[in-house]
């Protein structure tokens, strides 16, 4: 039976529970509305760890005022059925009133990652991710954390907090799960109208355009991201946030690809903000 746990006492007994029984505990951190990226992660969790939780935790501390916290969709009935499929054995479910009772005062910031990249955009988002994070960690205490590369600064970010910390705990990052088209999984993706949904695979083809210029010599960043823009130009409800080639280890820039790169995009389409990234191997 999956158990659903609302309060983070009582999420914390169950850990406390398990660890004593020599468990070990494997932590999917995830928003909701699941799909296969989320899926992707509680099966490597279920395979590798002897208790999968997942928490579903739609935190406004990582939301900007003008941000879609509001209509950010929801859907815990069928998530329920998804991650018990999945072989989840407790779901962590807190109201925002557990998880940031009135007086609330402590943030966890890393510095620079942070303000870079989806940060310059987003002021303050990974403040908020990364306070969440180190809340479900000290809940959960979990001995393995299951992250998505689809959110690569994220997860870059949760690592160097996780090191600098000394956190007693191991990161998982795991392959970013696509649609057909190439679309990057996305629970934003429901947002889309169909005509949006259609030039949204732009992304993923800007990237793979980027790969194979660089397989055919073209070194120059600045080179790429023109070749990459002119590409995402070309649909009508695309329009660019950002588009950056760095080190794929600490988010450096980088002067020429060589050694592991990292190529990220953000692009609005229409009125929805989407992210993707590939390593490429230089
Ligand atoms: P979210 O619910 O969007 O906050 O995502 C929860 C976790 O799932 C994060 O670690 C994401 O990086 C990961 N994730 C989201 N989409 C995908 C995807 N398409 N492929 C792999 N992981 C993903």
Redesign the pocket.
């Known amino acids: 039976m999956m158990k659903l746990i609302r309060d983070p006492r009582q999420m914390h007994l169950f850990s406390a529970k398990a660890r004593r029984a020599g468990r070990t505990i494997g932590l999917?951190?995830?928003?909701?509305?699941l799909?296969?990226?989320?899926l992707?992660?509680a099966h490597r969790a279920r395979r590798d760890m002897d208790i999968t939780v997942m928490s579903i935790f739609v935190n406004p501390a990582q939301f900007g005022p003008k941000e879609d916290l509001k209509k950010y969709p929801r859907d815990l009935k069928h998530d329920m059925k998804l991650a018990k499929d999945a072989g989840v054995d407790a779901i962590f479910y807190p109201s925002t009133e557990a998880m940031y009772p009135d007086g609330y005062k402590t943030y966890v910031g890393v510095r620079e990652l942070s303000d870079i990249l989806c940060g310059r955009s987003r002021p303050g988002h990974f403040t908020g991710v990364t306070t969440v994070v180190v809340k479900l960690f000290n809940i959960v205490e979990c001995d393995v954390v299951?992250?998505?590369?689809?959110?690569a600064q994220?997860?870059l970010i949760i690592k160097k907090m996780a090191a600098d910390l000394n956190m007693p705990l191991k990161i998982k990052v795991?392959?970013?799960?696509?649609e057909k088209d190439g679309l990057?999984?996305?629970?934003r993706n429901k947002y889309l109208s169909p005509g949006e949904r259609r030039d949204a695979a732009v992304l993923h083809k800007a990237l793979l355009l980027a790969k194979s210029l660089i397989r055919r010599g073209r070194k120059a960043p600045a080179y790429l991201v023109s070749r990459m823009k002119d590409l995402i130009r070309k649909k009508k409800s695309a329009r660019i946030d950002y588009i950056d080639i760095v080190d794929a280890r600490d988010l450096s820039p980088v002067k020429s690809i060589k050694g592991k790169v990292l190529i990220l995009l953000a692009v609005w389409i229409g009125k929805t903000r989407l992210i993707d990234n590939i390593i490429i191997n230089g």
């Open positions: 999917v951190p995830t928003m909701g509305y799909h296969e990226g989320h992707s992660l299951y992250f998505g590369q689809k959110d994220q997860a795991m392959p970013i799960i696509r990057a999984m996305s629970s």
